[in-house]
């Protein structure tokens, strides 16, 4: 088993940054990839930004540009630096890793901008 945690979410104004942190435990090893993905209110949630094991990464649309998404030393720990934020991107931010053809996801943290 795996667990997730996430931390860093918060409230922060337009044009702000917040940098969200996630820690995995447990049965960590041969993890190959962790993401990050959103869910709004009312809305389905999306992928925001992954990063597999030999370092490759990949971003949504909406916040290329914007987020950067790093796992340091292919370690425990996966960060999601988010800059430029925007109200639209108020959502739950969940971190998720595959292990072994298995998903396993975090809490959620809350990020809310203001306009």
């Known amino acids: 088993q795996v667990q997730l945690v996430e931390s860093g979410g918060g409230l922060v104004q337009a044009g702000g940054s917040l940098r969200l942190s996630c820690a995995a435990s447990g049965t960590i090893d041969s993890i190959n990839a962790m993401a990050w993905h959103r869910q709004a209110p009312g809305k389905q949630r999306e992928l925001v930004a992954s990063?597999?094991?030999?370092?490759?990464?990949n971003y949504a649309d909406s916040v290329k540009g914007r987020f950067t998404i790093s796992r340091p030393n292919n370690k425990n720990t996966v960060y999601l630096q988010m800059n430029s934020l925007k109200p639209e991107d108020t959502a739950v931010y969940y971190c998720a890793a595959s292990r072994r053809s298995r998903a396993y996801w975090g809490q959620g943290t809350q990020v809310t901008v203001s306009s």
């Open positions: 990063v597999i094991s030999a370092g490759w990464t």
